[in-house]
């Protein structure tokens, strides 16, 4: 991971990462012309995750930093995966992050044609044949990393029959898995990769985009390097799991290459994130099985999940920054995350009030129908942000959690007897209380001292606790959704014995319905992020169905996980 130092001005200066060094290397030779050409390659067959934001923000964020391009490719070379849905899905995703990819997106399918045709010049070559073997066969037979593996007895076909069977594979002659094309490099490769892969399959299944013109398809490894030089790219970022597969990458351009041109494979680490499972095929699970409410939902670590929980993109791409690059697996831990969204929220977002769990509060000795406004500052970070006026009456809402019938020393919040502040207003204490049958709280009754208005220059009494509160008659009803961490085990997908289902945080998600926010909160539009005074980060649901605002908590105003943690 590059390391950080300032400048003489004191603003942060990162030093290169070692594959801004190989760029600039391969710039000052000439390498390729000098040109950076970088490319986004996801498989539609699933959503993107926040995995996925990192290497979007590395490909786009390099060929922005030296005037280079950057694609867009779907390597759609499994049809039986891959939907439309997907491809609508990460384009959207990529906009979102604020990159735009160079002309239109580009398709591994779209090279099916040229790819069959440079499978046709391996064969010929002597450098490919066709299997008849089945797929557990093979495996068996390359052996392993200590022990050389097995040639196939179909390997030292003619290539005149390799062609044959290669065209009637093409044509749908045969059953599915019954036959592969393999690349005749060796099998005494210490790489497991370069023992003869499978660079063709029989797979007779519709492709989202070219129909059912094709019964075999291409193995990524195979479309990979060629899809890469057919688009002209320079540096092609991969990550470290990709590294043993460099051989072969390299191998198929040198067989079917006679330019001096060549794209070039760059592995670094990919992000593993503490506490959240990175696999598309698990986050599938999760989806099928119904542990969550589709891939937006806000729990998932999906680049859509995340936009719907409210992280802003800014944040995502700063946190993508700090992480940097690295030659080395390692787990970044969450809150590093939630940190970077907290303080970009802290900068943008207007403050509220809301009232979680509303008590009544009745202030005994204001004046009965009187009201009054109180000037409230938007955002204290934000100069230009300006002010709001928010009623004030007789009657308010606070939260249940702000008033203890006996509470301990330091316990700064309201109790019998005791004073606190009305954030922007009044210093009131607490004179009795009403409870139910059960000993619930119901109201509670309180005097105000009109000499302490927050801001008025008069006798201001120092108290220990400010509380928030809303005007009980203005105040509008609200349906909030406290978003947790999915999982409570850190490494959730780490286990060999056990599925990460398993660490489901049953408290990820709790539902508040009855909750009380300011008036302003009835004109808010899908997306607007707000903080909730002393309760955390909220945003507005996309979900339409309700007839009042729906509120995401994108993250507490503090790490308070680490807290609960710790006791």
Known sequence: MSNNTEDVAGTEKRSLHFIESIIEEDIRNGKNDARVHTRFPPEPNGYLHIGHAKSICLNFGLAEKY???????????????????????????????GFQWDKEPYYASDYFDRLYDWAVKLIRDGKAYVDDQPQEVISQQRGTPTRPGIESPFRNRTAEENLDLFERMKAGEFENGSRVLRAKIGMTSPNMHMRDPVLYR???????????????????????????YLEGITHSLCTLEFEVHRPLYDWCLDQLIETSYRPRQIEFARLNLSYT??????????????????????????IAGLRRRGYTAAAIRTFADRIGVAKRDNVIDVGLLEFTVREDLNKITPRVMAVIDPILMVITNYPENQTEEIELVNNPEDAESGTRMLLFSKELFIERDDFMIDPPKKYFRLGPGREVRLKGAYVVKCESYDQ???????????????ETKSGTGSNQA?????????????????????????????????????????FLNPDSLKVVTNCKVEPLLANTKSGDKFQFQRIG??????????????????????DNWAKEIQK
Not at 481 to 486: E, G, P
Not at 488 to 501: C, L, M, R
Request: aromatic residues 12%.
């Open 277 to 302: 499972v990175m696999s598309k095929r698990k986050l599938l699970e999760l989806v099928k099985g119904n542990y969550v409410n589709g891939w937006d939902d806000p729990r998932m670590p999906t």
């Open 67 to 97: 005037n280079g391009k950057c694609n867009l490719r779907f390597d759609d070379t499994n049809p039986e995966k891959e939907e439309t849905e997907y491809v609508d899905s990460i384009m959207e995703d990529v906009k979102w992050l």
């Open 202 to 228: 029989i797979l007779n299944a519709e492709h989202h985009r070219t129909g059912n013109k094709w019964k075999i398809y291409p193995m990524y490894d195979y479309a990979h390097g060629q899809s890469d």
């Open 462 to 502: 120092k108290v220990k606790g400010t509380l928030h509160w809303v005007e009980a008659n203005s105040a509008i009803d609200a349906e909030v959704r406290l978003y947790d961490r999915l999982f409570v085990d850190e490494d959730p997908a780490g286990h060999a014995d056990k599925d990460p289902i398993e």
């Open 537 to 558: 980060y909220f945003c507005v649901d996309n979900d339409s169905t309700f007839s009042m605002p729906v509120f995401n908590r994108i993250v507490s105003l503090k």
């Open 436 to 450: 139910d049958a059960d000993g619930n709280v119901t109201t509670i009754y309180c005097t105000y001292d009109a």
